[in-house]
């Protein structure tokens, strides 16, 4: 065979395959955006379900409880399965568990029963389990190992630009333009507070209906695509358990300082809407886009804060940028008006660092423990199921809102005290 003819026929082998794992990438990284753009929806619900079911504050929080508790019961099974049958299956399983949860919004809208939302949630959150599971691994596979990092980064990207555009776009199609008050919808003839009530449940019908049907095209298009194998490097005869990594002070901190920065992440972006229009007496609508800044300020911040990271040590970065969410959530719960909505916005790109800064720091220098311990802080995201209940019974107690954030004041306190004492890797 002519040499020449060979070597148009290796690149063109290089070509394809390079177009194959672009493509590959291409999907993968939109999943980031599609469970970020989901997550982000979580401050549209809570106060459109609130006025829709005439729910407590603390009954609002087990929007945030169903979608974390699935994160936490279906960490482990989630794992089981990839081993057993490969990342693709697990990407496809869940891309399919992602769109039963987004459709079952449907019944639960017709039906008008508050319980049903909360069941669709949790099956979507499971299929985002098994997508987050295996997302990150395959970025990182899919290329050249040295621009692994980058690949990474841009993919996260994504999740914060999502951030941005679920409360607007979510505030447009689902929360109501109706300026009734509670007082009022309380005092209409039955019949008509049951329909009023009935349609305002119903407008998340459409959006989530769309949402399923793109993630079934998505899936689909997984289905047919050839993804590489991701080998797992773990030397056989290392000996670990759960146990001994936890002999790593640190680690076990890391833990701790992870469970509260979750909840008070949670309880400040979910809230956010809620809050907004009581502290500054803002419209749901208008909120939303307010919501929508608070997540472009969290990607901002995460850009802003790897820049400093290049001359400033990550537990000074990370002590630092606790110690101003904390000034910022006082200001959000003393001040009145439109500057608490500006305080928490302001807390949104301090808090942007800090689940990969307590993540790094929490793994750095436990050796063989590495892969438990970076699976115990991810299981640690439970605290984003448990703390929003706090927020929602102080809220419901107290009647204000602003009081119920004394929980994420709380919460950037222990973060405060990892980044300032408790990081450094220690054995004991």
């Known amino acids: 065979m002519n040499p020449i003819h060979q070597t148009s026929i290796k690149n063109e082998t ?108 949790f099956v979507l959150a499971c299929g985002l389990t098994f997508l987050e599971t295996a997302a990150n691994p395959y970025v990182v596979a899919l290329g050249d190992p040295g621009s692994a990092t980058q690949r990474l980064n841009f993919a996260q990207s994504f999740n914060g630009l999502a951030a941005f555009l679920a409360p607007v776009i979510g505030g447009k199609f689902i929360l109501s333009e109706s300026s009734l008050s509670d007082q009022e919808i309380f005092s209409m003839l039955p019949l008509e507070k049951e329909q009023f009530l009935m349609n305002e449940a119903g407008t998340v019908k459409g959006p989530y209906a769309i949402l399923g049907c793109l993630i079934l095209i998505i899936a689909a298009l997984f289905i047919f695509i050839k993804l590489p194998d991701i080998k797992d490097t773990q030397v056989k005869d290392e000996k670990t358990s759960i146990l001994k990594a936890f002999m790593h002070r640190h680690l076990r901190f890391a833990i701790i300082a992870q469970f509260f920065y979750v909840g008070a992440q949670v309880c400040v972006l979910s809230f956010f809407i809620r809050f907004a229009t009581s502290s500054a007496g803002l419209t749901s609508s208008s909120a939303s886009w307010y919501a929508g800044g608070a997540g472009l300020a969290f990607m901002i911040g995460r850009f802003v804060g790897t820049f400093f990271m290049r001359f400033t040590a990550p537990n000074i970065l990370l002590f630092i940028y606790a110690l101003f969410s904390m000034l910022l959530t006082l200001v959000a719960i003393f001040s009145h008006g439109i500057i608490t909505v ?44 448990i703390l929003p209940l706090f927020l929602g019974y102080i809220s419901d107690q107290t009647a204000s809102i602003q009081y119920g954030f004394l929980v994420p004041f709380f919460c950037f306190f222990v973060v405060f005290l990892f980044g300032l004492k408790f990081w450094k890797p220690r054995v004991n």
């Open 342 to 385: 500006y305080a928490l916005i302001g807390v949104s790109f301090f808090m942007s660092i800090m689940f990969p800064t307590i993540f790094s720091l929490g793994i750095a220098g436990i050796g063989k423990d590495t892969k438990i311990g970076s699976s115990l802080i991810v299981m640690s995201i439970v605290g984003g199921a």
């Open 14 to 121: 290089i070509d394809e395959s390079r177009a194959k794992n672009l493509f590959a990438l291409v999907l993968i990284t939109s999943l980031f955006f599609f469970w970020g753009f989901v997550h982000n929806l979580d401050p549209v619900l809570i106060p459109h379900l609130k006025r829709a079911f005439s729910l407590s504050d603390l009954e609002t929080a087990l929007i945030d409880f169903s979608v974390f508790i699935a994160y936490f019961i279906m960490a482990l099974p989630a794992g089981f399965l990839m081993k057993k049958y490969g990342y693709k299956f697990g990407i496809i399983f869940g891309l399919v568990l992602f769109a039963i949860g987004s459709f079952l919004f449907i019944p639960a809208a017709d039906t008008g029963v508050y319980f049903f939302f909360l069941t669709a949630l």
